[in-house]
């Protein structure tokens, strides 16, 4: 088994909103804000290389969207999904399965595209499954007027039209049963409902895809929860659960959304789980 980090572009969003009640003269230190108050931000996703199966965790914003909606992030850098995967020596169509910790479009947008005379959309991966679960899907598709912004129906619905679309369940703990993939799975809701943080094994560690649990190294201490969050006090209890045991056990946590920070480890502190080391991928698994 192989693991690759995909870097499918970059985009800014609010600092104010991505750190909830944190006033912005403390977390400015850890995430500093241009002048129109945005914050860098990454759409990295993760390729899990085992036997036959490679596995796409995440896809990105895409780039179906108009001009007028990526406008309102303001996309920089000059990393694609295509070249990432390419730099590896693979190709969207050698995907066999695309696992989506959860469906808002900076996580699932990639997934989907449009087809080739542009009147309509086409699953970006035409050779693989996608993994949702039911219990978010139906979240995801009857959203609240929170959230609405965030689910667009263009990524969502040509999954389930094209026959792709797979679900997995909320008491599995272990992702494509009877694989000897390590590849377990938290079930969490306090971001949105049951979000899917992977936790696979890999080289005698546990690396765990963070999502939006924790987006950047900033977001570890406990208050700091994103005010995008639709259950904030329940992310407190989520949070606070996963960061003992990661510290406890030495998990490895994979960001996606740190645009300079990919990988870290945690450790106790007197005021709290805090980051104790920080590496690039090739720093922690160089071969």
């Known amino acids: 088994m192989r693991l690759y980090p995909i870097e499918t572009g970059n985009f800014k969003l609010d600092g104010g909103a991505m750190f909830g009640v944190v006033p912005k003269s403390i977390w400015n230190r850890t995430n500093p804000a241009d002048s129109n108050n945005m914050i860098d931000l990454a759409a990295r996703c993760l390729l899990v290389e085992d036997g036959e199966r490679l596995i796409l965790i995440d896809t990105g914003l895409g780039n179906k ?14 990393h694609s999904l295509d070249a990432s995967l390419k730099k590896y020596g693979f190709h969207r169509n050698d995907v066999t399965d695309v696992f989506m910790t959860h ?23 035409k050779n693989a499954h996608f993994w949702s679960n039911e219990d978010h899907w139906q979240w995801a598709t009857n ?15 040509p999954m389930q039209e094209s026959g792709q679309l797979n679900f997995i369940s909320p008491t599995t703990e272990c992702f494509l049963e009877g694989s000897e993939l390590g590849f377990g799975i938290l079930f969490v809701d306090g971001h949105t409902e049951k979000q899917m943080l992977p936790h696979i094994s890999y080289k005698g560690k546990t690396v765990v895809f963070v999502a939006d649990l924790i987006p950047t190294l900033g977001h570890i201490p406990l208050p700091y929860v ?10 407190l209890t989520e949070k606070s659960a996963f960061l ?10 994979f960001f996606e959304h740190d645009a300079h920070n990919q990988i870290c480890t945690l450790k106790h502190t007197e005021k709290g789980v805090r980051f104790d080391e920080v590496f690039t991928f090739d720093e922690i698994f160089n071969d």
């Open 143 to 157: 959203p609240n007027a929170r959230e609405k912004a965030s689910f667009l129906k263009e990524n969502l619905l």
């Open 226 to 235: 994103m005010g995008y969050d639709v259950r904030p006090l329940e992310t």
């Open 65 to 78: 969207q108009s001009e007028k909606f990526f406008s309102y992030y303001y996309l920089w850098g000059n």
């Open 103 to 125: 469906l808002h479009f900076d996580h699932c947008g990639g997934g989907i595209q449009w087809n080739k005379d542009r009147t309509g959309y086409e699953p970006a991966f």
């Open 244 to 253: 003992n045991r990661a510290a406890d056990e030495g998990y490895l946590l």
